[in-house]
């Protein structure tokens, strides 16, 4: 076995076991899993004595470099990259959003060229769908075969555009059925947002309440509304439905509902909406924290973690969209013109081990499930990638349980000069993460190369492995 690695003494942990034992990883993949396996002469011997040794993370909502608000996200895909791989991460999914007048695989291949040989772990891509017609219709199949059966549409963004209407969104969830495909949907609903939007969008409101004003106009029934609506077309249309960061205790009621009556319906939530609260608006730089849709109250806060632990929610993501305190000083007072978005790669799988597992929010094993697994396998990854065992991806973290950390953007490898989680403690953090084989991150630094992330094909019809 010359030329490999063995990661000796830790312990294991998968969606569904923790054990004690050496994993033996050659080339890109794991080649066998054991206890007190002995190294032969040339082995790398990576003592994992102490720590947690578990699938890399894959963040499946991620937004690097996207032009926004008349600026570009600041974490580009180089840089984004490097810092999900510090942050425990080894796959992302990206969005390829397509134009008007223009096809799915436009936007792929153009998103392809801005990416690769620059992202320094593997990646994929979602679909984007804005302009609905036959010919984006006949694409669907074309894009799953090609390894993208996700596609996401918009509840909102009428006046961009991009609004998929209930027309489009019941059509869609038809066509890409046929195929085993699935529409992730941004839920929120358009007319009440906008009314509520212009409501407060006047001067006196927008001194009087400033960043706040972006909370008051999207309050939760936005959010639960339009989920409730989605979940119907996905029930009549026999279709598979993903709604996209969650931010609402209702939102996770209805995704109940929806399943216990057979509906195809999956949800994603962030560490923004189960960490932080609304009044983060009304602090000095409140309109930092802005994102789409907004963080809500202590009790949706409640509600995600239940249903985090209770498998209502099956996937935890970040929804990245890196924009800098001087991009975010564009708003000049404003709410509606401040770009959405929050940095997140990086600091997901700590402060989920942190607040998850270590408040006892959730177990360990399901913490590897909400982060690794259930991505992997909803999203058409596994076996490759998402567990540990023989024949898959050598993807994997090391992780240091008893490191404490308290966080800095300073300390952070994000071109962002701020974090919405300044100052919070951690309990636990990567020692070492190894995308196919090769370490690429070691004690929060990026060690790795660029260009060594590729893009990943992925599978159609991956829910069906979900437990």
């Not at 792929?108 to 992202?119: N, Y």
């Not at 209702?250 to 009044?279: F, H, I, M």
Request: hydrophobic share 35%; with cysteine.
């Amino acid at each position: 076995m010359t030329g490999t690695k063995i990661i000796k003494g830790g312990t294991i942990v998968t969606a569904s076991d923790t054990y004690k034992g050496d994993i033996v990883i050659e080339g890109e993949k794991i080649r066998a899993i054991g206890s007190k396996l002995k190294p032969y002469k040339g082995t790398e011997v990576i003592d994992a004595r102490g720590k947690l040794v578990f699938p890399g993370g894959i963040d499946v909502h991620v937004h690097l470099q996207l032009p926004f608000c008349g600026t570009v996200s600041s974490d580009d895909f180089e840089n984004g990259t490097k810092a999900a791989a510090c942050g425990g991460l080894t796959t992302l999914i990206d969005f390829a959003i397509q134009s008007k007048g223009k096809r799915i695989m436009e936007a792929v291949e153009a998103r392809r060229a801005e990416a690769d040989g620059k992202v320094c772990i593997d990646y994929s891509l979602h679909g984007g769908i804005t302009d609905w017609n036959d010919r984006t219709r006949r694409e669907i199949k074309k894009a799953i075969d090609y390894g993208i059966p996700s596609f996401k549409m918009f509840m909102i963004y009428k006046d961009e555009g991009w609004m998929a209407d209930d027309g489009i969104l019941f059509n869609g969830l038809e066509e890409t059925a046929r195929f085993g495909g699935m529409i992730m949907v941004h839920a929120e609903s358009v007319f009440i947002l906008e009314l509520l939007i212009n409501r407060y969008h006047t001067p006196e409101m927008m001194k009087k309440y400033r960043a706040y004003a972006h909370a008051l106009s999207r309050p939760y029934y936005v959010e639960e509304e339009a989920i409730i609506r989605a979940i119907k077309w996905a029930e009549v249309t026999n279709g598979n439905l993903y709604i996209v960061h969650m931010s609402t205790g209702g939102g996770a009621d209805a995704v109940k509902a929806g399943r216990e009556k057979g509906v195809n319906v999956w949800s994603e939530t962030g560490p923004q909406y189960l960490l932080l609260e609304d009044s983060v608006f009304k602090k000095k730089n409140g309109h930092c924290y802005a994102t789409c849709p907004q963080i809500k109250k202590k009790g949706d806060c409640a509600r995600l973690w239940k249903g985090l632990r209770a498998g209502e929610v099956s996937i935890i993501a970040t929804d990245t969209c890196t924009f800098t305190t001087k991009q975010k000083a564009m708003w000049k007072g404003d709410f509606t013109k401040i770009p959405f978005g929050l940095p997140g790669v990086e600091t997901m799988v700590p402060l989920m081990y942190t607040y998850g597992v270590g408040k006892k929010r959730i177990s360990l094993n399901r913490f590897v499930q909400l982060v690794s697994t259930n991505p992997a396998k909803l999203h058409g990854l596994y076996p490759e990638k998402g567990t540990i065992a023989v024949g898959s991806d050598a993807d994997i973290v090391v992780f240091d349980p008893k490191k404490k950390v308290t966080l800095s953007h300073k300390k952070l490898q994000t071109n962002c000069d701020w974090s919405p989680f300044e100052g919070f403690r951690l309990q636990g953090y990567p020692h070492m993460t190894f995308s196919r084989g090769k370490l690429v991150a070691r004690e929060g630094k990026f060690v790795g190369d660029v260009g060594h992330g590729r893009f990943v094909r992925r599978k159609p019809g991956g829910w069906k492995l979900l437990i």
